[in-house]
T-cell receptor, first 116, second 114 residues
């Protein structure tokens, strides 16, 4: 079964500094996608960034970037120049075509606090 | 383009009752997925609908059911509510998982069962 593990329940970062959130996953599939979602206290889940497994290049979206290590099944999220608005729960998720479609598998999440 | 909308946003029900939640996907999106979010279990997949057909179902009892209409709007129903059904129910839409698997979430419906 596919699993996603986020080993850091909580993280804290100083405003304007950089923080990295960790995620590992397990799959036997070769075709899959990985995502990071952000869920602010208002509860609306927002897609932050996506990575296609067949692409070696790490995805980047403005201040957000990933370090995708396929062999190690690791997918970390780096937030640069952290802002107060980055404070939220961050969920790592995987999507697999080989098994069930329409099914995101989520990690337990990392609660990120940003200190002014 | 309007985002995913869910109604109602909050619900309080009593054990044994049933409830229906509604989700309107982003215009043009044909796939709708439902997730249950609780502090203890995290985010768990309930089911996914595409073109009015349930394509995938998570490990939930038969009390949880859903459907999708021809305009892609979806409803989920929970019958004989239990205290453990108290959760945030999230709906997500995607264009077509076969083309673009990213899902876009609604604000959720907070269900409290007393």
């Amino acid at each position: 079964a596919q699993t996603v593990t986020q080993s850091q329940p909580e993280m804290s970062v100083q405003e304007a500094e950089t923080v990295t959130l960790s995620c590992t996953y397990d799959t036997s599939e070769s075709d899959y996608y990985l995502f990071w979602y952000k869920q602010p206290p208002s509860r609306q889940m927002i897609l932050v960034i996506r990575q296609e497994a067949y692409k070696q290049q790490n995805a980047t979206e403005n201040r957000f970037s990933v370090n995708f290590q396929k062999a190690a099944k690791s997918f970390s999220l780096k937030i640069s120049d952290s802002q107060l608005g980055d404070a939220a729960m961050y969920f790592c998720a995987s999507f697999h075509y080989g098994g069930s479609q329409g099914n995101l598998i989520f990690g337990k999440g990392t609660k990120l606090s940003v200190k002014p | 383009k309007a985002g995913v909308t869910q109604t109602p946003r909050y619900l309080i029900k009593t054990r044994g009752q049933q409830v229906t939640l509604s989700c309107s996907p982003i215009s043009g999106h044909r796939s709708v997925s439902w997730y249950q979010q609780t502090p203890g279990q995290g985010l768990q997949f309930l089911f996914e609908y595409f073109s009015e057909t349930q394509r995938n179902k998570g490990n939930f009892p038969g009390r949880f059911s859903g459907r999708q209409f021809s305009n892609s709007r979806s409803e989920m129903n929970v019958s004989t509510l239990e205290l453990g059904d108290s959760a945030l129910y999230l709906c997500a839409s995607s264009l077509d998982p076969g083309l673009a698997p990213e899902q876009y979430f609604g604000p959720g419906t907070r269900l409290t069962v007393t």
